[in-house]
């Protein structure tokens, strides 16, 4: 925050975010009389329309600041103003941080929705239980302090949700049962290609009561999409899963782009289009109750490029694709 110098008599709104690019400039952008520019949408569009229409940037103009002005190292965004806003938390995966999901998060915050994640346990060893804990800070401060320089951004304490991708969706699980236990608000959860963590998530979610979106990639030859079985099984709530059949479970994380000529998980778009769609239109569902959005939290809708999971044929293997060693190494966390 180059242009406000820090003082202690200063509020934490007056800091805390600094405008991005506008979407204005962005090609893709959903202009603002179509769909999902409020919360209370009059016409359900066709749920193939609704995907086209989520996986781009919505009508909102994103602001993004540093969670380090209220104590904690992290990322928020946040639409230019709006207040009783939702918000989700979002733990980033093994040996990544917020930087890896800021298309993500400025994404999520076009739509209405804040976004924070924090930049912390991103070592060789993190701890789930720590970066869960984490998770829950960062809800507090979104639920509690005024954002903006004018503090003309605030989040409804109801509305808020957990998220997280591979080890951060580990964590996020850890935080709601957490949360849960202790008898916060959490309105729902999003387990994105999640990764074991210590203790096993699907061992605390039979507790959890919040309803959740378990995104997979299709096969069960590395942990991380046997993970996503697991955890749907165990779910105490209301549990949606979804298969992405084109997806590869680190294609989620920016700034890959190159990585793949040296072996490693390169960044997909095709994924990130894919995942910021149903995240978005399932969190809009959710947080907000507008039904529009609904089609992201039904069992048997089929949506373009991911394929609903019903509860009772879990036990069965999901549809195989070929994986590579590296992925399977990669899920060993």
């Given at each position: ?5 820090h ?20 090609p893709?952008?959903?202009?603002a ?18 995907v086209?229409?989520?996986s ?9 600041g540093?969670l ?10 946040t ?6 806003l939702?918000a ?6 093994w040996l990544?941080?917020?930087q890896?999901?800021?298309?993500t ?52 304490p ?10 951060g969706?580990g ?9 849960t236990?202790?008898?916060?608000t959490?309105a ?9 963590v210590d203790?096993p998530?699907?061992g ?23 993970d ?25 994380v920016?700034?890959r782009?190159?990585a ?6 390169a ?12 995240l ?11 039904k ?10 089929e ?12 036990a ?6 070929p994986?590579g ?9």
């Amino acid at each position: 925050m180059a242009d406000v110098s820090h003082n202690s008599t200063h509020s934490l709104q007056e800091y805390l975010l600094t405008p991005a690019r506008p979407l204005a400039d962005n090609p893709r952008r959903v202009p603002a009389a179509g769909v999902g520019t409020g919360y209370r949408s009059r016409v359900a569009p066709k749920p193939k329309n609704l995907v086209r229409n989520l996986s781009r940037r919505g009508p909102h103009r994103v602001l993004r600041g540093d969670l380090a002005f209220a104590g904690l190292p992290g990322v928020v965004c946040t639409p230019e103003s709006g207040l009783g806003l939702p918000a989700v938390a979002f733990g980033h995966g093994w040996l990544n941080g917020p930087q890896h999901y800021l298309e993500t998060l400025a994404h999520l915050a076009s739509w209405g929705i804040v976004a924070a994640a924090p930049a912390t346990q991103r070592g060789l060893l993190p701890s789930a239980r720590e970066l869960a804990a984490d998770l829950t800070a960062t809800l507090d401060i979104c639920a509690s302090v005024r954002l903006g320089r004018d503090g003309n951004i605030s989040v409804h304490p109801s509305r808020l949700a957990l998220a997280g991708h591979g080890f951060g969706a580990g964590a996020a699980v850890l935080a709601a049962s957490e949360r849960t236990a202790a008898g916060g608000t959490l309105a729902a959860v999003a387990a994105l290609f999640p990764a074991p963590v210590d203790p096993p998530a699907e061992g605390i979610a039979p507790g959890i009561t919040a309803p959740a979106l378990i995104v997979a990639a299709p096969g069960t030859d590395t942990l991380a999409a046997a993970d996503a079985v697991a955890l749907a099984q165990s779910w105490g709530g209301e549990a949606r899963t979804r298969v992405l059949p084109a997806a590869t479970e680190e294609g989620l994380v920016e700034g890959r782009r190159w990585a793949g000529f040296l072996g490693l998980p390169a960044s997909e778009r095709k994924t990130q289009l894919a995942v910021r769609a149903l995240l978005t239109g399932y969190l809009l569902h959710q947080l907000t109750g507008d039904k529009a959005y609904a089609v992201f939290a039904d069992a048997e809708t089929e949506l373009a490029g991911s394929l609903p999971v019903a509860q009772e044929s879990l036990a069965e293997p999901l549809e195989q694709k070929p994986t590579g060693l590296v992925r399977t190494v990669l899920s060993l966390r």
